[in-house]
């Protein structure tokens, strides 16, 4: 059973960059039905997608993150990553990891992380 | 972007009543949206994709219809554990957008 976990520190300084991993265990990433992506959720707030990666290195990001976000991948240790420059605290949420699937029958984000808390603070 | 809105953004029902919950996207979105429930607490889990397809696993009180711009979601009988909020995402293009959320309690 495929899952994915989350790694990273749980606190940011205003103006730092955030870096975190996802571990993905029991499947492989270099599966062309799969993109690797990360979400977030700042407190008491609603889903933001924020970018996924491709096996091959091929990204996609949110507009609205694009300048800041870096999302890269390893697969021989099965893991990707995703890089936040110029945190300021409306960056504090919530981070997922999710694996998004692209069927024939459609597209969906069937297993997701736990999820890790970032708080951006001095 | 697509904008998707979500309503109501919250409810309040009976074990066994049949609940609802629509999801309107800005334009035409065939039928890419997905459905997602999150409990307190925990990451969000997949229901429906496809707008109407039901993932693996997921209890058939759950169904999904719609299609271009308006969706549903339907508990066919709320049970307890449904208490959660539920999202809407569309898959059409990017960037993807989800609803603002709706959120289920027990009357």
């Known amino acids: 059973q495929v899952q994915l976990q989350e790694s990273g520190p749980g606190l940011v300084k205003p103006s730092e960059t955030l870096s975190l991993t996802c571990t993905v265990s029991?499947?492989?990433?270099?599966?062309?039905?799969?993109?690797w992506t990360w979400i977030r959720q700042p407190p008491g707030k609603g889903l933001e997608w924020i970018g996924y990666i491709f096996h091959s290195g091929s990204t996609n990001y949110n507009p609205s993150l694009k300048s800041r976000v870096t999302i890269s991948v390893d697969t021989s240790k099965k893991q990707f990553s995703l890089k936040l420059s110029s945190m300021t605290a409306a960056d504090t949420a919530v981070y997922y990891c999710a694996r998004r699937i692209a069927a024939t029958e459609g597209e969906a984000f069937d297993i997701w992380g736990q999820g890790t808390m970032v708080t951006v603070s001095s | 972007a697509i904008q998707m809105t979500q309503s109501p953004s919250s409810l309040s029902a009976s074990v066994g009543d049949r609940v609802t919950i629509t999801c309107r996207a800005s334009?035409?979105?065939?039928?890419?949206l997905g459905w997602y429930q999150q409990r307190p607490g925990t990451a969000p889990k997949l229901l429906i994709y496809a707008a109407s397809s039901l993932q693996s696993g997921v209890p058939s009180r759950f169904s999904g219809s719609g299609s271009g711009t308006d969706f549903t979601l339907t508990i066919s009988s709320l049970q307890p554990e449904d208490v959660a909020t539920y999202y809407c995402?569309?898959?059409?293009?990017?960037?993807?957008?989800f609803g603002g959320g709706t959120k289920v309690e027990i009357k």
């Open positions: 334009q035409g979105i065939r039928n890419d």
């Open positions: 995402l569309q898959d059409y293009n990017y960037p993807l957008t």
């Open positions: 029991g499947g492989s990433v270099s599966s062309d039905n799969y993109y």
